[in-house]
């Protein structure tokens, strides 16, 4: 249903005048009046997205922290979507920020009230996101059967359908751990086009709600990718994309795009997910021909991971090389062969209705996509390959390209607005970094500094030490008690200080994935918790005032030695210059920028720098907006 026009439209003006006249109206008076700041950077910014607008094309928006970015993209999205009659897309760095953004005191519910105007702005969450009511009934965990006893009457059959109402995302239930939520969320191997319990499934709900939008449609970086991967091969196989067609997009924190295109374009070959769908249908009344095919594959498939593990390079990497030997590839060849005859032999079982509809059509599925990813794993190509541990088992990554040229092909060349927003898109105001990563040509761009006076509010500290020595300067800063930010560069580097803490320190300080990420913020932010260490967290948070003064940036953010990265740096001229360093400051740049987010905030930033990287640290305090001061170690 298309929503009435926040202005009125005539004859004398184009919608894009008319667009322009309205902006600049709101901005200056309207929200002034109403206790907004009025921000000429901000206004700027909102100027340059109309720009965007009428040429359809790619914006690069870098506008500081305290532009108030968000209202300057909500203006333009908003009156375009109405004018066009299809909702603008607005993409989130992960997520959790998909969360922050609508929360009840963020820019959205702000511009609502103050404009009066009523934005129909619905969430688009990734699969993983939703509860699986098939895993739910196969799981006899305890918190399982608290999460069942939680859900609608509608989903048992006891209420009218007309009663059906979204639920069942990850954010309903902020008391699960991440481990807990993992054994009873959508996983890939689920059929959801064959599962007798569809209409009454959370995500199903929530697809058909958000495909309604008349206004906005939030999702994350991730899931667009997704949907922008899988939009043609769904529409093949008579489905509907994931997302419906929109009249715009943003990319809020847009210098992380890359990377959720690399993670969407990637196939996977897990350890123990193929042993445990062939033991779900290996049944009574199972062909003897079928039975053998599926026992040898098993010993071939866990033949094939051992080697996997012989051939690893990097042990220390959580993305781990792979040097392909013959015997490896020779067992991934024999892999297929089995694969592919089994699945011939499930058409016969299929006609003999022994083995459960559901579980064999999940099995074929994922027999097919198997088969397809070794291919490419054993095959001579430009993939990219690499050995991690992914939901909770050692796992085969498989991305067939770099995603530039797919990027330019599938989405820059839609005829599409899309604007990239970030206080950190360029480097010295050189956007070739994200240029070239994302296969971006025709484009305009413009660069605006923060309005903040950090001088008065921000103060820059840098401390260098051994490594082994960062852990005790922490808890000794912590002592001091304030709300306090400890942003590590990975996983691994957060869970080795969570380790190494002394026991008088346990339950002082929160962790990101002991439950749900936007339950631990609001705990944070409303000062239940002193302390939060975070690994994801670089971008986007937006805690305002006294419940966030202090940063803490234990390890430079630097790329990991990985195969992808070390895919882009065999292309770069000088790796270090082009890739590590850029990347590094980038993030940086965000990890600080999470300090000062309104004109009340104050605070310090702690850089904790081993030897190696204080050879680095004229570039470093060249990325804040004030000049460091050297920490004493004492």
Request: glycine letters at 4%; hydrophobic letters at 40%; aromatic letters at 10%.
């Amino acid at each position: 249903m298309k929503s009435k026009m926040p202005f009125a439209l005539s004859k004398e003006k184009s919608f894009y005048e008319s667009l322009n006249d309205w902006i600049g109206d709101t901005l200056y008076d309207e929200l002034t009046e109403k206790g907004f700041e009025c921000r000429d950077e901000q206004i700027f910014m909102a100027f340059q997205i109309e720009q965007a607008l009428k040429e359809k094309k790619v914006l690069l928006a870098e506008a500081g922290v305290g532009t108030g970015k968000t209202i300057a993209y909500l203006l333009p999205a908003i009156a375009y979507a109405r004018y066009t009659g299809k909702p603008a897309l607005i993409s989130c760095a992960d997520e959790t920020l998909i969360d922050q953004l609508v929360k009840e005191e963020g820019d959205i519910k702000k511009l609502s009230d103050a404009l009066q105007m009523n934005i129909d702005v619905r969430l688009a969450k990734a699969r993983d996101q939703y509860l699986c009511l098939k895993r739910l009934e196969e799981s006899d965990d305890e918190f399982a059967e608290e999460v069942e006893s939680s859900l609608p009457d509608f989903v048992r059959g006891n209420a009218s359908l007309q009663s059906i109402q979204p639920y069942g995302d990850r954010s309903d239930y902020p008391d699960l751990n991440d481990d807990q939520w993992k054994m009873i969320n959508f996983h890939p191997i689920q059929q959801c086009a064959a599962c007798d319990l569809r209409n009454r499934c959370g995500q199903t709900i929530h697809r058909n709600h958000y495909r309604e939008a008349a206004d906005l449609i939030i999702c994350s970086h991730d899931f667009y990718m997704e949907h922008i991967w899988t939009k043609d091969s769904r529409k093949r196989q008579g489905q509907l994309p994931l997302l419906p067609e929109v009249s715009m997009v943003v990319f809020d924190e847009g210098h992380l795009l890359e990377y959720s295109a690399q993670r969407a374009l990637t196939y996977e070959v897990q350890s123990n997910t193929l042993l445990q769908l062939l033991e779900r249908i290996m049944v009574d009344g199972i062909r003897e021909e079928t039975l053998q095919l599926m026992e040898r594959l098993i010993d071939v498939h866990e033949e094939f991971f051992r080697l996997l593990h012989q051939c690893t390079i990097g042990e220390t990497e959580e993305r781990k090389s792979i040097g392909k030997s013959a015997a490896l590839l020779s067992t991934g060849k024999e892999a297929i062969s089995i694969s592919t005859a089994l699945l011939e032999e499930f058409v016969f079982e299929g006609e003999l209705f022994v083995i459960p509809e559901y579980d064999l059509k999940m099995v074929e599925e994922y027999l097919e996509q198997y088969i397809f990813s070794m291919e490419l794993f054993t095959s001579e190509n430009d993939a990219v390959d690499w050995l991690e541990e992914r939901h909770g088992e050692t796992t085969l990554i498989i991305m067939p390209r770099l995603v530039t040229d797919i990027l330019k092909e599938k989405l820059f060349t839609a005829n599409l607005p899309i604007i990239f927003s970030s206080a950190t898109l360029s480097v010295g105001k050189d956007f070739t970094y994200l240029l070239d990563s994302l296969g971006i040509d025709d484009f305009l761009s413009f660069s605006v500094e923060s309005p903040f006076d950090y001088e008065e509010v921000m103060k820059v500290f840098i401390a260098e030490m051994k490594k082994e020595e960062k852990a005790e300067y922490v808890l000794n800063m912590l002592r001091e008690e304030e709300q306090t930010l400890i942003l590590f560069k990975s996983e691994q580097s957060m869970k080795d200080f969570q380790a190494s803490l002394p026991i008088e320190w346990v339950g002082k300080i929160g962790f990101e994935g002991e439950r749900e990420l936007s339950s631990i913020i609001r705990d944070f932010q409303g000062k239940e918790m002193m302390n939060l260490c975070s690994y994801h967290l670089w971008e986007g948070l937006d805690i305002p005032q006294d419940a966030l003064t202090r940063v803490i940036i234990y390890d430079l953010p630097f790329p990991p030695a990985d195969p992808l990265f070390n895919a882009k740096r065999n292309q770069a001229e000088d790796p270090f210059k082009d890739v590590d360093l850029p990347f590094m400051l980038l993030r940086l740049r965000q990890g600080s920028g999470r300090l000062i987010r309104t004109s009340e905030d104050f605070g310090t930033i702690h850089v904790l720098l081993d030897h190696k990287e204080g050879k680095l640290r004229k570039e470093i305090e060249a990325a804040f907006p004030v000049k460091a001061h050297v920490a004493s170690l004492k």
